[in-house]
């Protein structure tokens, strides 16, 4: 069974940081794109991060460029999102996914993790 699973999420203040994992397991991903997609109550979900299985190109939504990294070990099967500067608009549930065929839809997601930013 094919799983991505989060952690490192919970409740930070303003300001503050957190580093969210994703671990895969039942089938490596280190080649394919992964990526960090949020989605806050009442608003449709959005990518946040994504990047490429060689790690050698990455995307950032505008309003988390350079607050946010996105980084992966392929080793290890794992995807992070390095989240400083935290704002309470970025207070969402975090999924992480993976895309299995370049250009096609991400096709596997992982269950979500809560960020909580309290201003």
């Known amino acids: 069974q094919v799983q991505l699973v989060e952690s490192g999420g919970g409740l930070v203040q303003a300001g503050g940081s957190l580093r969210l994992s994703c671990a895969a397991s039942?089938?490596?991903?280190?080649?394919?794109?992964m990526g960090w997609s949020r989605q806050a109550p009442g608003k449709e979900r959005e990518f946040v991060a994504t990047?490429?299985?060689?790690?050698?190109?990455?995307y950032y939504l505008d309003s988390v460029k350079g607050r946010f990294t996105i980084s992966r070990d392929n080793a290890r099967n794992t995807v992070y999102l390095q989240m400083n500067s935290l704002k309470a608009e970025d207070t969402a549930v975090y999924y992480c996914?993976?895309?299995?065929?370049?250009?096609?839809?991400?096709?596997?997601w992982g269950q979500g993790t809560q960020v909580t930013v309290s201003s």
């Open positions: 990047i490429t299985w060689s790690g050698g190109s990455t």
């Open positions: 039942g089938r490596s991903f280190s080649r394919n794109n």
């Open positions: 996914a993976a895309q299995t065929r370049v250009g096609a839809p991400y096709d596997y």
